[in-house]
């Protein structure tokens, strides 16, 4: 593939990646807690993850959101998860909970990305 072949998806994905992850935020925000929002904001989130390190490779996508950010992310989404899950009677257990459930799943997906597509160039076909 040549080197500007990329251009017209590369533009689209920065026109409609900051659309997608407000879709993800404004999921989160506007539904009700306590009916899997989280998961689907999460999502919707890793959908515009895995669009970024498609377009622009691994390593662009390791350098906008390194691993280690994605760690301290999920571990704090996890945190935030069994907090809200453990206080029942506090009034924003179910945002807090929703909360964590978004940062742990778009966290994990992150991580997931990174690997598999990190790994890509070791990736061989089989040799007969």
């Not at 994605?70 to 009034?91: D, K, Q």
């Amino acid at each position: 593939m040549k080197a500007g072949a990329q251009i017209i998806i590369s533009n689209a994905l920065r026109s409609y990646a900051p659309l997608i992850l407000l879709f993800a935020l404004t999921l989160l925000v506007a539904r009700a807690p306590g009916s899997a929002i989280g998961l689907s904001a999460g999502l919707a989130f890793a959908l515009a993850l895995a669009l970024h390190a498609l377009v622009y490779g691994a390593a662009a996508f390791c350098a906008a959101f390194p691993p280690v950010l994605a760690r301290l992310l999920l571990m704090l989404g996890v945190i935030a998860a069994m907090v809200g899950a453990g206080l029942p009677r506090w009034v924003f257990a179910p945002q807090l909970i929703e909360g964590g459930v978004f940062a742990a799943t778009s966290a994990s997906a992150a991580l997931v990305v990174a690997v598999l597509f990190g790994r890509a160039s070791m990736l061989r076909d089989a040799e007969w």
